[in-house]
């Protein structure tokens, strides 16, 4: 018999449905960076990760517009990240996400 391959689920900040991981885009919060003594020089930044293999901390959102526009409004991705968000940011990532489409 054949092994079913496990397929990775994950869970849409926007709806908060699990879906596969394929299915969903992945919304990164890069490293900070820091200096010798361990001190925070200039924070992560956040970005579209279409690739998923970004290093940094990962949230995932479906491939839609209204999910990302909800995961704004209710800033889940500010939770999931334990920090602000500027609008820029929110604005580029709305802006990637409709070019992907």
């Known amino acids: 018999m054949a092994k079913?391959?496990?397929?990775?689920?994950?869970?849409?900040?926007?709806?908060?449905e699990?879906?596969?991981k394929q299915k969903l885009v992945r919304v990164v919060k890069a490293p900070d960076v820091k200096n010798e003594s361990g001190e925070v020089v200039a924070?992560?930044?956040?970005?579209?990760?279409?690739?998923?293999?970004k290093p940094g901390r990962g949230a995932y959102v479906c491939a839609d517009l209204n999910c990302?526009?909800?995961a704004i409004k209710a800033k889940r991705l500010e939770r999931a990240f334990s920090t602000s968000i500027p609008d820029?940011?929110?604005?580029?990532l709305t802006e990637e996400m409709q070019k992907s489409e």
């Open 4 to 16: 079913l391959k496990k397929i990775p689920m994950r869970k849409c900040t926007g709806c908060g």
């Open 18 to 20: 699990m879906k596969p």
């Open 43 to 53: 924070k992560g930044e956040i970005s579209l990760d279409l690739s998923g293999k």
């Open 68 to 70: 990302l526009n909800k």
């Open 88 to 92: 820029e940011i929110y604005q580029k």
